[in-house]
């Protein structure tokens, strides 16, 4: 059953609690006088130690494009709004909405455990991205710092990385990241949805400012670290018209390379998705909502390989044209260097625990 209130809860993304598919019983606020109790149980973040017993994943989408991924936390307080990982918060026994922001699985351990699966003999070297679900530089790395623990390791065992964020924290490691990048070890992703501020509040709203995330787009292209700008989701009348300036300011402020991706509403993520906009953009909904389908077969939820993360028809057609204009006016000769995965190591204390 959906959480009700009668006010736009600030400071979050989703607005309801969505139903988790895997539990029979669910918690339901049955009386109208348990909603303030409620209101401030969700505007806190919780957090929730877990040790699990494997970092690394293998990423089987073809979408996607990468070999691994690592997650240091599960669930993101950034509350992006459109955020395709919202629905793996389900296999934790939670649900897609306000509980994907506010109870934050922290994986203590993982350092330790992607140092034991790095020394297995059976191991070969490939990028691993931090993170392919949730924002590795998201607030609780800023107490727990698992990421940094975690590029310690990529760097003691000459193992390529690539990392996406959208927050500024990641400046904190620009130490380590400088050092993994003259090995050609280190990429960087940016995430930037928008260049307006009352638009990032809305779609992101708890995340680094505009101005910040292209000031860390600066910085760390000045310290020689490879910088790619990722203009996504890319959403119909909210920030579509902006990519072009998203691609511009990027490239100002050092980028490499850029890239995109249409929004897509998977699983509960539709659901959440459209509350979110009927309380946020009422004028807008149905506009939005009507061309999000037509590029997706005439769905919200897209599960299809090829399509889903691009789109199809006509505003797609338009939205791409529009990207490779503005790459090739504002990238013109600029490449990302590849990574090298030949400098892998393990150090010798790794070795010798293997007999």
Known sequence: MSLKHHEFIKGRGAQIHTKNQFLKQEYVTEHDEGL????????????LIEHPKKMVNKVESPDIGLAYSMNPYQGCEHGCIYCYARNTHEYYGYNAGLDFESKIVVKENAAAVLRKQLDNKNWRPDVIMLAGNTDCYQPAERKY?????????MLEYKHPVGLITKNALIQRDIDILSELAKLNLAQVNISLTSLKEETRLLLEPRTATLKRRL??????????IPVRVMAAPMIPFINSDELP??????????????????VRLNGKIGEIFENWIRQ?????????????????????????????????????ESLSNMFQLAKKKYFEGRTMPPMDISLFRRPLSGQLELF
């Open 145 to 153: 710092k698992i990421t940094r623990q975690i590029l310690e390791i």
């Open 280 to 316: 946020a953009l009422p004028d807008k909904a149905d506009r939005v909502l009507s061309q999000i389908k037509n590029a997706h077969g005439g769905k919200l939820n897209d599960s299809r390989f090829g399509t889903r993360m691009r789109g199809e028809g006509k505003f797609i």
């Open 36 to 47: 303030d109790e409620l209101w401030e149980i969700d505007q806190k973040t919780m957090y």
């Open 215 to 224: 000031q860390t787009m600066e910085l760390l292209s000045k310290n020689n």
């Open 245 to 262: 300036e998203i691609l511009k300011a990027s490239a100002e402020h050092g980028a490499l390379d850029a890239g995109y991706t249409v």
